[in-house]
């Protein structure tokens, strides 16, 4: 089928320019480590939770689910100096499938994204974190879904903005509050009535909310179903909208 | 190959607080016969590089109609891609990736198989003169190069008509010169070759048809040679000591338009200098005059621009 092969043909393009960078590959893995060894140990206390299993329970998906959003959000740049370049003009003359230039470029950070989620769960593991395997690959289905999700959004505002001096403050706006009122990084479950209200509304953090319960091993929790719901359904719309703007015009 | 009737396009612009429209192209006939290079020669901001945008599916006309190698744009532009090439003007080339592999993708962008595509990059590669550098990363070429590396990724599918949009502006002129030989095996290959260009020599030496464009307005199509025929004759500076002598001995050759007396020379406009300069030494030497020197000009595209819009194109 043409948009399968259109796809991989896109998405083995992307991943081999960016296994080419060793720089990134570097900074990619070295953050989260750095988030891990060094936020992590000063959660124990601040949680009141007795062990560091407990304490990662409750920060390691929270931390996932923090990466799959920035790391999708940011993916703009990249696409903007593909513009620039004229890569993306130089595609839209072919009869290349629209949505493949798209899905190819999502693809490939969804999956450097999960490249991401391995190495941090390996190393929470060895912090006597544990996890049923089959949870965790719904963990990890959900951060997909996240990272397809912004960083579809993130490529349609770039195609939209065409300036990284637009995007970036653009893209700063969104993810200001969708950290803050999410619970991403601390459980909201100390947090005031009215934060917990404006909380309901933040879609990440029903993403949050299920990737936690499928850390702790609560796999019939609703969270769970809801989450995947919501991140799929928004994850299907940022998609479509973002390949409509592949297929207009350009600059 | 190409034929388009009125094709228009408008772009809103924003200044400040104010939107404006701008009329980027307004109305654009022409004809393109197969195998030829024709021209688009035009200032900055003509409207070249919308046509072209436009005949090459990336933005839709908002008036107009084209058929393109038998293709129709506006009900099958999925065709009209299969069939042509097009070389934006601002280069399409990725730091990071080589030659060869920017030719592969796009060769297999087209639907062309791996294997298939990759002997195409050979091919192209070779034909470029680009073999040396084809694993080289592109950030790592000279202007030239990559320049051409851009013109072999818009032929790699071995389209019926190539658009490329001003390929050697911003060229050395040794490159320039390489570029020009390129584009004419291309033609010797049987392929269309459309260009843009705002540099007078290069549509006088390169293009077989130009049209000249301003304003977003085709103002004259033709031949080179028939566009500066067409406007004036030519002129022959005779430089004489005694210029006066010299226009008694000419006045009355009926085969001078017209004549003027400068202070070391007589400038005389006639038709066609190539048979009135045997005639002009001749009607000399037998009034005796001493010849210094002789000069013939022809007009120039640049004159032809100045006759349709009233500006030179070296100016504007
Ligand atoms: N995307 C656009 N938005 C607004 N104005 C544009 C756009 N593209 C071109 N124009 C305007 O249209 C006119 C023609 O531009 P262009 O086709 O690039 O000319 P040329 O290629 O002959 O230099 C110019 O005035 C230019 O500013
Ligand atoms: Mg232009």
């Given at each position: 089928?043409?948009?399968?092969?259109?796809?991989?043909?896109?998405?083995?393009?992307?991943?081999?320019?960016?296994?080419?960078?060793?720089?990134?590959?570097?900074?990619?893995?070295?953050?989260?480590?750095?988030?891990?060894?060094?936020?992590?140990?000063?959660?124990?206390?601040?949680?009141?939770?007795?062990?560091?299993?407990?304490?990662?329970?409750?920060?390691?998906?929270?931390?996932?689910?923090?990466?799959?959003?920035?790391?999708?959000?940011?993916?703009?740049?990249?696409?903007?100096?593909?513009?620039?370049?004229?890569?993306?003009?130089?595609?839209?003359?072919?009869?290349?499938?629209?949505?493949?230039?798209?899905?190819?470029?999502?693809?490939?950070?969804?999956?450097?994204?999960?490249?991401?989620?391995?190495?941090?769960?390996?190393?929470?593991?060895?912090?006597?974190?544990?996890?049923?395997?089959?949870?965790?690959?719904?963990?990890?289905?959900?951060?997909?879904?996240?990272?397809?999700?912004?960083?579809?959004?993130?490529?349609?505002?770039?195609?939209?903005?065409?300036?990284?001096?637009?995007?970036?403050?653009?893209?700063?706006?969104?993810?200001?509050?969708?950290?803050?009122?999410?619970?991403?990084?601390?459980?909201?479950?100390?947090?005031?009535?009215?934060?917990?209200?404006?909380?309901?509304?933040?879609?990440?953090?029903?993403?949050?909310?299920?990737?936690?319960?499928?850390?702790?091993?609560?796999?019939?929790?609703?969270?769970?179903?809801?989450?995947?719901?919501?991140?799929?359904?928004?994850?299907?719309?940022?998609?479509?909208?973002?390949?409509?703007?592949?297929?207009?015009?350009?600059? | 190959m190409i034929e388009t009737r009125g094709l228009?396009?408008?772009?809103?612009?924003?200044?400040?607080?104010?939107?404006?429209?701008?009329?980027?192209?307004?109305g654009v006939d022409l004809t393109v016969d197969e195998g030829e290079i024709f021209g688009f020669?035009?200032?900055?901001?003509?409207?070249?590089?919308?046509t072209?945008?436009?005949l090459?599916?990336?933005?839709?006309?908002?008036?107009g109609e084209a058929t393109i190698a038998g293709?129709d744009l506006?009900?099958?532009?999925?065709?009209?891609?299969?069939?042509?090439?097009?070389?934006?003007?601002?280069?399409?080339?990725?730091?990071?990736?080589?030659?060869?592999?920017?030719?592969?993708?796009?060769?297999?962008?087209?639907?062309?198989?791996?294997?298939?595509?990759?002997?195409?990059?050979?091919?192209?590669?070779?034909?470029?003169?680009?073999?040396?550098?084809?694993?080289?990363?592109?950030?790592?070429?000279?202007?030239?190069?990559?320049?051409?590396?851009?013109?072999?990724?818009?032929?790699?599918?071995?389209?019926k008509v190539?658009f490329?949009?001003?390929?050697?502006?911003?060229?050395?002129?040794?490159?320039?010169?390489?570029?020009?030989?390129?584009?004419?095996?291309?033609?010797?290959?049987?392929?269309t070759v459309f260009?843009?260009?705002?540099?007078?020599?290069?549509?006088?030496?390169?293009c077989d048809r130009i049209s000249i464009m301003?304003?977003?307005?085709i103002?004259a199509s033709g031949t080179?040679?028939a566009?500066?025929?067409?406007?004036?004759?030519?002129?022959?500076?005779?430089?004489?000591?005694?210029?006066?002598?010299?226009?008694?001995?000419?006045?009355?050759?009926?085969?001078?338009?017209?004549?003027?007396?400068?202070?070391?020379?007589?400038?005389?406009?006639?038709?066609?200098?190539?048979?009135?300069?045997?005639?002009?030494?001749?009607?000399?030497?037998?009034?005796?005059?001493?010849?210094?020197?002789?000069?013939?000009?022809?007009?120039?595209?640049?004159?032809?621009?100045?006759?349709?819009?009233?500006?030179?194109?070296?100016?504007?």
């Open positions: 089928m043409k948009l399968v092969r259109d796809t991989s043909l896109i998405f083995q393009r992307q991943m081999q320019l960016l296994l080419r960078n060793p720089v990134w590959i570097l900074v990619g893995i070295f953050q989260p480590v750095m988030y891990l060894l060094l936020f992590a140990p000063l959660l124990k206390p601040a949680l009141g939770v007795r062990t560091n299993a407990e304490a990662y329970e409750i920060f390691v998906p929270g931390l996932l689910v923090l990466l799959a959003i920035f790391g999708g959000l940011f993916q703009g740049f990249g696409l903007i100096a593909e513009l620039r370049a004229g890569v993306i003009e130089r595609s839209r003359v072919t009869p290349v499938s629209r949505f493949a230039l798209l899905l190819g470029r999502s693809l490939r950070d969804t999956v450097s994204l999960l490249a991401q989620a391995v190495i941090i769960t390996l190393l929470a593991l060895a912090f006597d974190l544990r996890v049923f395997i089959g949870n965790l690959m719904l963990a990890y289905l959900m951060l997909a879904l996240i990272s397809l999700m912004t960083s579809a959004l993130s490529y349609g505002v770039a195609l939209a903005v065409k300036s990284e001096d637009a995007l970036a403050p653009l893209m700063n706006t969104v993810a200001q509050p969708v950290l803050l009122l999410s619970g991403i990084l601390l459980p909201l479950t100390f947090a005031p009535g009215w934060l917990q209200a404006v909380a309901d509304w933040n879609p990440f953090s029903w993403a949050v909310n299920g990737v936690r319960a499928l850390f702790l091993g609560d796999l019939g929790a609703p969270a769970v179903w809801q989450g995947l719901l919501i991140m799929a359904a928004l994850a299907a719309l940022a998609l479509a909208w973002a390949a409509r703007l592949f297929a207009r015009s350009v600059r | 228009r396009k408008s772009f809103m612009s924003r200044q400040g607080r104010e939107k404006k429209t701008v009329d980027a192209v307004r020669l035009g200032p900055n901001g003509a409207g070249k590089t919308t072209l945008r436009m090459a599916t990336l933005i839709q006309p908002d008036g293709a506006r009900k099958d532009p999925g065709e009209v891609r299969r069939r042509i090439g097009y070389v934006a003007q601002g280069g399409s080339t990725w730091d990071d990736s080589t030659a060869r592999e920017e030719l592969v993708l796009q060769g297999r962008l087209y639907g062309i198989s791996k294997s298939v595509a990759t002997e195409r990059a050979n091919r192209v590669l070779e034909g470029f003169q680009l073999s040396e550098y084809a694993d080289r990363k592109c950030k790592t070429y000279s202007g030239g190069q990559r320049r051409r590396v851009d013109i072999a990724l818009g032929i790699i599918h071995e389209p190539v490329l949009d001003e390929p050697t502006t911003g060229l050395d002129p040794q490159s320039r010169a390489h570029m020009w030989d390129e584009i004419r095996r291309l033609r010797a290959e049987g392929m260009i843009t260009t705002h540099y007078l020599d290069e549509a006088d030496a390169l301003d304003n977003g307005e103002v080179p040679a566009l500066k025929r067409e406007i004036s004759g030519d002129v022959v500076r005779v430089g004489v000591s005694s210029p006066a002598r010299a226009a008694e001995a000419l006045g009355s050759a009926d085969f001078i338009n017209k004549l003027e007396t400068h202070d070391d020379s007589v400038r005389l406009y006639v038709d066609e200098g190539a048979t009135a300069i045997p005639l002009i030494l001749r009607a000399l030497d037998s009034a005796s005059v001493p010849l210094g020197t002789i000069e013939l000009h022809r007009p120039s595209l640049d004159d032809v621009f100045l006759t349709k819009t009233g500006r030179s194109l070296r100016e504007s």
